[in-house]
């Protein structure tokens, strides 16, 4: 049916990025698939790294796989919005793909530790949404990370040391989420996407929206 009034979907408004960080093992990975499975207007940025790829990963679909040269190529020219060097391999942002979705009014997932998240910060400011997600416990993190089942004991030891550092971060996010339940912590993370999607700043088309009609009244 047409309609001939405007409602809040119709105003302009610029993309957002909105990024996750957490310690290995808290969840973050399952609530982006989740988010963008169940929202529109999202897409997930795909990052480039130099780790060698886990079982049951495409390339191009979870990671861009490359050799460090290739890495180094791409930093030199310029390529990457961020990039850090995490567990010993170099991973980074991609910027052309970003900066399309951007454009078009889409908002970007990102899934980056907090080195690159300071990075960002400092590049686009306001247009960034820092979202922290941290496990309900020690043993809870401990068994997720067994339990994924994609790393042997020593990678999870290592992973469970690199933890409190990823956590000492927790402090320079906008959100911070504890992901006990992974259904309560999806609509805690949607409800920080809707929230922030209405503001104001963001909201190119409001000022010409809200002068049209003042003028008519
Ligand atoms: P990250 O991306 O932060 O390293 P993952 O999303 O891979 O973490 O989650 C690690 C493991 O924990 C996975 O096996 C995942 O299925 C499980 N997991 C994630 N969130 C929860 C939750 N809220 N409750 C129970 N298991 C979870
Ligand atoms: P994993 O190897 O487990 O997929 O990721 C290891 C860590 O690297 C995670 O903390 C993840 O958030 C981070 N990471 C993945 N991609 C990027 C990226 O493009 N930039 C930065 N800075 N960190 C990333």
Redesign the pocket.
Known sequence: MNKNYITSKDIERRGLMFVLS????????????KLIDEEQNISMSVSMTTRKARKGEQNGKDYIFVTTEEFKQSIEKNELLEWAEVFGNHYGTPKTEVENQLKEGRDVLF?IDWQGTQQLHEKVGQDLVRVF?LPPSVP?LED??K????DDEKVVKARMKQAANQISHWAEYDYVII????EE?LSELKSILHAERLKRERRIGLSSFVRNMIQKM
């Open positions: 957490s310690p290995s093992g808290a969840g973050k990975t399952s609530l982006a698939k899934d997600i809870v997720r990370l339990g994924r089942g994609q992901n006990d339940n992974l912590s």
